[in-house]
């Protein structure tokens, strides 16, 4: 079963402007995991935030996590063609946390 | 080296044939895993191997076998699949967790899969 829920299932947007997404969980975390995945390959990971963070920056990525509301947030900002892509959150799950649950992904699509 | 290679790319078969799925790292991980994806939806865990011993087995069918022949490689041994399990194969790897202690942050990295069709 899906530990998270992500929403839109998917966006497009103008180059240059900002995508935000979000994802929903369902039991505690020690972590959550952003990946993003271009059209057929593999998973990238792009950033990852612990429990007792609320937000953290990578980039143009700016990742928030309320952990009362069991929500995620994924914010890329001046977003590019590149970016055109699914994104997905990912918690560990399991008693050594080495199982990583999926949410749904949000499919984003920037338009030149 | 950061990259973790599958072979082959892309994988025809027929319901009758024997096919194997490799996975390569060169990270010094001890956690390899297989997972399965469909289209247009996430990545589904099917095995877990830590220190080349199987620790998760997500109540895969038989006729996917998984082998961790040394602490690089993985495979995925198929037979008599059906053409529902056609789907995108991606192997991922990971530092380990030791003794009972949570390994907190357990980024993967992951291959660019295998497309599998069974016909």
């Known amino acids: 079963s899906q530990q998270g829920e992500e929403d839109p299932q998917a966006l497009s947007i103008q180059e240059g402007e900002n995508a935000t997404m979000n994802c929903s969980y369902k039991t505690s975390i020690n972590n959550l995991q952003w990946y993003r995945q271009n059209s057929g390959r593999g998973l990238v990971h792009l950033i990852l935030i612990r429990s007792n963070e609320r937000e953290k920056h990578s980039g143009r990525l700016r990742v928030t996590l309320d952990t009362s509301k069991k929500s995620s947030s994924l914010l890329i900002t001046a977003s590019r063609a590149a970016d055109t892509a699914s994104y997905f959150c990912a918690t560990p799950t399991g008693e050594y946390g080495n199982k990583l649950v999926f949410g749904a992904g949000t499919i984003l699509r920037v338009k030149s | 080296d950061t990259e973790v290679t599958q072979t082959p790319k892309h994988l025809v078969m027929g319901m009758t044939n024997k096919k194997s799925l490799k996975c390569e790292q060169h990270?010094?991980?001890?956690?390899m895993y297989w997972y399965k994806q469909k289209a247009k939806k996430p990545p589904e865990l099917m095995f877990v191997y830590s220190y080349e011993k199987l620790s998760i087995n997500e109540s895969v069918p038989s006729r996917f076998s998984p082998e961790c022949p040394n602490s690089s490689l993985l495979n995925l041994h198929l037979h008599a699949l059906q053409p529902e399990d056609s789907a995108l194969y991606l192997c991922?790897?990971?530092?380990?967790?030791?003794?009972?202690?949570?390994?907190?942050?357990?980024?993967?990295?992951f291959g660019p899969g295998t497309r599998l069709t069974v016909l």
């Open positions: 991922a790897s990971s530092q380990s967790w030791t003794g009972g202690l949570r390994n907190r942050d357990n980024e993967q990295f």
């Open positions: 990270m010094g991980h001890r956690a």
